[in-house]
């Protein structure tokens, strides 16, 4: 039987007093469920203020991976160098503590729903597409944009997890909203280039 998002956070919590833990050992112990914990983990820091040099690279590897959702890949694949990427100690129990109190707070809201959609191969795929797009968005360099798409992004992760069809499709409606969002920005600074700069000083 499946593991709530919860537990599973709670059992890489306890992996993680005894020994470092690396992305990889997280694909290798969750299977395809890992490619929504890997996700969700790469983009939670997104909604705090992120340490210099750090959006690239999560970014990038949340790409990299969700991209091999949208080949319909079941197993995911992660370079070398990434994979054995260690989470410093302290910022991964952090980083897993918050996403675990996130959780728990999204699973009073999602169960197995509308399952002939969640588990459907063409929502895999559309669920990569969604994150890969909205991954784009927050690589982007607007500033104080960082987490609007991180919440599309984590709740395709955890409706993808919990098979939830009904908030996947809420996670669709979400992901148009955030694009609108964005292209009204872009919009935005196409009619007055120094408008933007001059909000955001």
């Not at 609007?148 to 908030?167: C, H, M, R, S």
């Amino acid at each position: 039987m499946d593991l709530r998002f919860s537990q599973e956070i709670k059992s890489l919590l306890q992996r993680l007093s005894n020994h470092h833990l690396t992305l990889g050992d997280i694909l290798t112990e969750t299977a395809e469920r890992g490619f929504s914990l890997v996700i969700a983990l790469l983009v939670l820091p997104f909604l705090f203020p992120m340490p210099p040099g750090l959006a690239g690279p999560f970014g990038a590897a949340c790409l990299l991976v969700s991209v091999q959702m949208i080949f319909g890949r079941r197993s995911p694949w992660l370079p070398k160098q990434i994979a054995r990427y260690k989470f410093p100690r302290p910022f991964a129990q952090l980083l897993l503590k918050n996403l675990q109190h996130l959780t728990k707070i999204v699973e009073k809201i999602t169960r197995p729903r509308l399952k002939k959609i969640a588990k459907n191969p063409i929502t895999w795929r559309l669920n990569g597409l969604c994150i890969s797009w909205l991954t784009i968005l927050l690589m982007l360099p607007i500033p104080f944009t960082n987490p609007i798409p991180t919440v599309g992004i984590l709740l395709l992760a955890v409706a993808t997890i919990e098979a939830d069809g009904l908030l996947i499709c809420i996670g669709y409606i979400i992901t148009a909203v955030i694009t609108s969002f964005f292209a009204f920005i872009g919009y935005a600074v196409w009619l007055a280039p120094g408008l933007l700069p001059a909000i955001f000083k």
